[in-house]
């Protein structure tokens, strides 16, 4: 089978093309934003265009002008496009030229969390995580479901390795569509809009901690979310506290707020507490 990838220089992507990669399967292009294909110019390590680039394979600068992409994309033999953690609204005409057309790995249990960062709202909300396989509309994330799988993992993972293990969860899912994509997009279900949350990019406010929460709901949605490089806030006796990182957590009996040295405070909890360092 000839397969299209579109994906972006994220981690989830370049998991995803890897898989691809080390499959039997004929991989006809890669599209991006921004490749080149031309070795003068600096790329991203562990980026889709690197992988790209190390094993030889056509990359489209999805930059260019619609009329050029298209232009090159039309030249290959394309069955289906793999979609994988690509920030941008896919164009319908792109989405027509696959004989299969075209599917997203999404993070999370469609139709819940859909949008850019379902990562970070899944952990805000301790909601349950997992990874869905479905169709491409002209609606983001909003297609029907080929396959999905929900997915438990352990506690202080960091978004790179939360994504590492999600892949891992959605291999299954794409290979069993391409052993019969007839028959995977025949079964397909339509997403329940009722149970859609279309959720946007987090801003300042979305990051702030409730210490109702539970000890272990703080500290996993903290390690989650530490790349965004952007302070938590709590409301401790009072007043507003910033955040930078979770160390460590205990379930033990709530504690009054304690400062420790080096900028570290002791976070209370509905049942136990968290370790955290003081945003400088």
């Known amino acids: 089978m000839n397969i299209g990838f579109i994906g972006s220089s994220g981690s989830f992507s370049t998991l995803a093309l890897q898989y691809l990669l080390d499959s039997e399967h004929s991989l006809s292009f890669v599209a991006c934003d921004g490749c080149s294909n031309d070795s003068r110019f600096p790329i991203i390590n562990d980026s889709v265009e690197?992988?790209?680039?190390?094993?030889?394979?056509?990359?489209?600068?999805?930059?260019?002008?619609?009329?050029?992409?298209?232009?090159k994309l039309k030249s290959q033999v394309i069955d289906i496009i793999l979609v994988a953690c690509y920030?941008?609204?896919?164009?319908?005409?792109?989405?027509?030229?696959?004989?299969?057309?075209?599917?997203?790995?999404?993070?999370?249990?469609?139709?819940?969390?859909?949008?850019?960062?379902?990562?970070?709202?899944?952990?805000?909300?301790?909601?349950?995580l997992g990874i869905s396989l479905h169709t491409m509309t002209s609606h983001i994330d909003a297609g029907?479901?080929?396959?999905?799988?929900?997915?438990?993992?352990?506690?202080?993972?960091?978004?790179?390795?939360?994504?590492?293990?999600?892949?891992?969860?959605g291999l299954p899912l794409i290979e069993q569509l391409l052993d019969d994509p007839?028959?995977?997009?025949?079964?397909?279900?339509?997403?329940?809009?009722?149970?859609?949350?279309?959720?946007?990019?987090?801003?300042?406010?979305?990051?702030?901690?409730?210490?109702?929460?539970?000890?272990?709901?703080?500290?996993?949605?903290?390690?989650?979310?530490?790349?965004?490089?952007?302070?938590?806030?709590?409301?401790?006796?009072?007043?507003?506290?910033?955040?930078?990182?979770?160390?460590s957590y205990q379930m033990k009996l709530p504690q009054e707020t304690i400062t420790l040295a080096d900028d570290e405070i002791i976070i209370p909890c509905s049942n136990g507490f968290v370790l955290a360092q003081l945003s400088v």
């Open 87 to 128: 920030g941008k609204k896919v164009p319908q005409e792109i989405l027509a030229l696959p004989l299969w057309g075209c599917v997203n790995l999404h993070p999370s249990l469609l139709p819940a969390f859909r949008g850019p960062v379902p990562i970070f709202w899944q952990f805000k909300e301790a909601a349950t």
């Open 50 to 71: 690197s992988l790209a680039m190390q094993y030889g394979i056509t990359c489209i600068n999805l930059e260019q002008p619609l009329a050029k992409v298209l232009s």
């Open 182 to 247: 007839q028959q995977a997009l025949q079964n397909a279900q339509q997403q329940d809009e009722r149970l859609a949350s279309n959720m946007s990019y987090p801003i300042a406010s979305d990051f702030a901690i409730d210490c109702a929460w539970s000890c272990q709901r703080i500290f996993n949605y903290m390690r989650a979310s530490t790349h965004f490089q952007q302070a938590y806030s709590v409301l401790l006796n009072n007043e507003i506290v910033f955040l930078s990182r979770a160390i």
């Open 144 to 169: 029907a479901i080929i396959s999905q799988k929900s997915v438990s993992l352990e506690d202080g993972l960091s978004q790179q390795q939360i994504f590492s293990q999600l892949i891992q969860a």
